[in-house]
Nanobody, 124 residues
């Protein structure tokens, strides 16, 4: 079992930056592939970014490419999402997720563990 706790959300003006953190506890964090998803009001949850444990390969949704960066610190059991040049449309609850095996990064249903989410609000 893995427990995931997100933090770092908040209110920021358009063009600003935030860094989200997801702290993991339970099993060996370094063996997990990690993803970030988000859900805006009235919309379905969508893939944002993912990072694979073995060689640190990263994946991004087209909507955040060039603005968001996912990274991980296995020593701290933490994955980060650096979000720059934020837009109003980035407003959502952001969730981190974990899975032990290789999957299609954006395949939400394949992730076994989820955090509770952290709210990000971007004012225009």
């Amino acid at each position: 079992q893995v427990q995931l706790v997100e933090s770092g959300g908040g209110l920021v003006q358009a063009g600003g930056s935030l860094r989200l953190s997801c702290a993991a506890s339970g099993r060996t964090f370094s063996n997990y592939n990690m993803g970030w998803f988000r859900q805006a009001p009235g919309k379905e949850r969508e893939f944002v970014a993912a990072i694979w444990w073995s060689i640190g390969t990263t994946y991004y949704a087209d909507s955040v490419k060039g603005r968001f960066t996912i990274s991980r610190d296995n020593a701290k059991n933490t994955v980060y999402l650096q979000m720059n040049t934020l837009k109003a449309e980035d407003t959502a609850v952001y969730y981190c997720a974990a899975v032990t095996h290789t999957i299609t990064p954006a395949q939400e249903s394949a992730y076994a563990y989820w955090g509770q989410g952290t709210q990000v609000t971007v004012s225009s």
